[in-house]
């Protein structure tokens, strides 16, 4: 009988994969095999466009274990700098096979390892051998943070000396001896906004079962500040004209948008509950919109162990709400202020509902649907 060869976890599985090939009218060249893809037994190698100069994927490993990276890894760095370039402030995501357990910007006063801790705590749980980015230098302090639980890669735009030498400290943190910590180029080299992929260098490509091959433009968003975020307001002969009566709090525009930018790293269904700069719970992967509502609800009362609440807190949503039940879930946990595209026959009806419970319920101008 054939046994499994274990190394085979442990060490680059190489395929018979091209050294360039072409694809959409452009080249590109391989930047290295991988440990493996998605799974140990599938092969895989990383590839990044030819002649372009500072890509994120193109990282200078300041510190790496035994072992190289996998593609899970490549796509959790690259989903985690997916967030965090959206802000000005510090901010930290925590990627866990392709979504983010948690993210966290910086509210007035907060230092990185608070900013950190605020990410991680979302779901410590989930973020056991996670992927963490940064959109700052990360310093000693946050650091000690992140070596007291087990991650597989830390990636910022830069480190301090003194944070260097907690990473490569492995008689102190013997848990994360194989820490592969990664400095990204710039983030402002990466597209956020419609408009930001002229040369069709961001192009995403989906491979179908047959080998039928998707291209396409980027997720990006139109949003650049909480004033495109519009108050809700829709017509239908069952309620006639309605609009958002209710207007969110300071700190609710800010978390609105926050919210928003996280869930374009969050598979769909998604919604995003986020609290003072937050995520407090994260609705991935469902069918149903009510049902990405209920799982988020429901993970936060189970992970959080009865602590905290959700009362002010704010949501957004990836895609309309068909019925009024997804605000009416939302805001019977506490929930005050939501962030939604339009589009259902029913918009009137959610806004109407929206209204008579408190919600402040603003409409983004795009879906943000990701099918990864």
């Not at 980015?133 to 830390?154: G, Q, R």
């Amino acid at each position: 009988m054939a046994t499994l060869d274990r190394g085979a976890y442990l060490t680059k599985n190489t395929g018979n994969f091209p050294e360039t090939f072409e694809i959409g009218g452009r080249r590109y060249v391989k930047i290295d095999d991988l440990r493996y893809g998605t799974n140990p037994h599938q092969p895989a190698a990383a590839y990044k466009p030819e002649g372009f100069t500072g890509s994120i994927m193109d990282m200078v490993t300041l510190k790496s274990g035994k072992n190289g990276l996998s593609q899970t890894n490549y796509e959790d760095i690259s989903g985690a700098l997916n967030i965090v370039k959206y802000f000005d402030r510090a901010a930290c995501a925590v990627m866990k096979h392709v979504n983010p357990s948690g993210a966290a910007v910086a509210c007035d006063g907060e230092t990185l390892k608070q900013v950190y801790i605020k990410a991680r705590d979302c779901d410590a749980r989930a973020a056991f051998g996670s992927v963490i980015a940064f959109n700052k230098p990360v310093d000693a302090e946050t650091a000690e943070e992140i070596m007291s639980s087990f991650v597989e890669c830390v990636v910022a735009p830069d480190f301090s000396e003194e944070a260097l030498a907690v990473f490569n400290d492995g008689e102190r943190f013997k848990l994360n001896k194989q820490v592969r910590i990664l400095k990204c180029a710039p983030l402002e080299t990466l597209p956020r906004y419609v408009g930001e992929n002229p040369d069709g260098r961001f192009n995403t490509v989906k491979v179908l079962t047959d080998g039928t091959i998707i291209l396409a433009e980027p997720l990006l968003t139109h949003v650049r500040s909480f004033e495109d975020l519009l108050p809700a307001s829709a017509e239908n002969k069952a309620c006639g004209i309605q609009a958002s009566a209710h207007a969110p709090t300071e700190q609710q525009k800010l978390d609105l948008l926050t919210a928003w930018y996280i869930n374009l790293a969050v598979r769909s269904n998604g919604v995003v509950i986020v609290k003072d700069g937050q995520t407090l719970s994260v609705g991935t992967g469902e069918q149903d919109r009510v049902g990405a509502v209920e799982q988020a609800i429901e993970k936060f009362k189970i992970k959080y162990s009865g602590t905290g609440t959700l009362e002010g807190a704010v949501m957004s949503s990836d895609g309309f709400f068909p019925f009024p039940d997804g605000v009416e879930t939302a805001a019977k946990a506490g929930i005050t202020a939501i962030v939604a595209p339009s589009g259902s026959l029913k918009d009137a009806d959610v806004i109407k509902r929206a209204n008579e419970l408190g919600v402040a319920l603003r409409y983004a101008p795009e879906r943000i649907f990701s099918h990864h």
